[in-house]
């Protein structure tokens, strides 16, 4: 079946430490998204690729970086500049030139320890 | 000035009435609109997507576009406990940024017995 992939579902991270969020997809799409939710809030951007070897900034990008090595990959590493990182991630991926809609892996919860 | 607005919630109505869920946005080039719906600790689910101005119905679902006022709206009718969940309007920018999509901070809607 095709769909978005995220690992690991749950996360914890010690002060200092850096961690990668892994998000894969079989949907052939163009491009992929990064969002942070915190509790009781909307999804911001953190980062978002249109193409493999490119990648822009969202709203939210320090303290964030991502690869789009391969066109199905585009890993999350929340570094040790990212200062409140517990919150739910979530990778989406969307067809460019259809105008259709994103699809959602299933999130990875971080929490700092 | 923000891209996307819902109104504020959250909303609270009884089983089988209808729940009216409103979005605001802000360029006037997006082209696709989408209602998802999240459940607390789950990643956003797609119910509605709507293109051209006027009424898409989909069982208890109706989405409304009103490119002119730049709104758009879900109804929900007949609702059903199991609706109770956070509603994200989303807009498809392609004016600005291909493929960028712009989320508003939800409508949380319960509906109670």
């Known amino acids: 079946d095709g769909g978005i992939t995220q690992s690991p579902k749950y996360l914890f991270r010690k002060e200092g430490q850096n961690v990668t969020l892994s998000c894969e997809q079989n949907l052939n799409h163009d491009a992929m998204y990064w969002y942070r939710q915190d509790p009781g809030q909307g999804l911001r951007l953190i980062y978002y690729s249109q193409i493999v070897n490119d990648f822009q900034k969202g709203d939210i990008a320090e303290g964030y970086s991502v690869s789009r090595e391969k066109k199905e990959s585009f890993p999350l590493t929340v570094t040790s500049a990212q200062k409140n990182p517990t919150a739910f991630y979530l990778c989406?991926?969307?067809?460019?030139?259809?105008?259709?809609?994103?699809?959602f892996g299933q999130g990875t919860r971080l929490t700092v320890v | 000035q923000k891209e996307v607005e819902q109104n504020s919630g959250p909303l609270s109505v009884p089983e089988g009435a209808i729940a009216s869920l409103n979005c605001t946005y802000s360029d006037r080039v997006s082209q696709s609109f989408f209602w998802y719906r999240q459940y607390s600790g789950k990643s956003p689910e797609l119910i509605m997507s709507?293109?051209?101005?006027g009424d898409k119905e989909d069982g208890r679902f109706t989405a409304q576009l009103n490119k002119a006022s730049q709104y758009v709206s879900l109804l929900i009718r007949d609702s059903q406990p199991s609706d109770s969940a956070t509603y994200l309007c989303a807009v498809n920018n392609r004016g600005s940024t291909l493929g960028r999509l712009y989320f508003g901070r939800g409508t949380q809607l319960t509906v109670w017995p």
């Open positions: 709507i293109y051209s101005n």
């Open positions: 989406a991926s969307t067809d460019l030139f259809s105008n259709t809609e994103a699809f």
